[in-house]
Each structure stands twice: as structure tokens, then as C-alpha cells.
């Protein structure tokens, strides 16, 4: 388990609460109305930042963004979140 309190969770936090904000505004495209073959987006359900995945997209999880899968897997991503 890694320690929380260190420069890097902060700073983990910290990202994640301006990444959140910045992506707050970002105009969300509908997949539907791609044409076929198009590359599929998502949307990270933490942060909100894009996913952009290939039409085989169901062989990924497309929940969390990379920055958030790490936030996740260190145990900080539900307090990111709560900031
Ligand atoms: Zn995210």
C-alpha cells in the first residue's frame, strides 16, 4: 500500500481535480452518429477525460482513463474524487 500524504499523491490529487475541471467542458460526441468504422469515444467516469478506442473496443474496459486506472490502483481515486 502506498503511503498517502507524499508530494506524489498530492500531486496525483491535484491533477486529477484540474483534469475533472478542464474536461467539465468538453463537448461529448455520440458514437451513433459516427460513420462505420469510425474509432469509438468514451468518456472517463472519474475524470471525464476522452477514451478513444478502436471499434473492437468491448476487448478494453473503457470506464476509467489511464491517469484514473493509476489513481485506482493506488487506493487515491475515491479521495480524488471527493475533492
Ligand atoms: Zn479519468
Known sequence: MTKIGTS???AAVRQFVERRTACASIVR???ETLPAGSAMMFY???CGFPIIM???YFLHQTRLCF???ELEERGWLEEAIAQ
Open 44 to 46: 472517463c467516469t472519474a
Open 54 to 56: 478502436p471499434e473492437h
Open 67 to 69: 491517469e484514473c486506472v
Open 8 to 10: 506524489m499523491h498530492d
Open 29 to 31: 460526441v455520440r458514437n
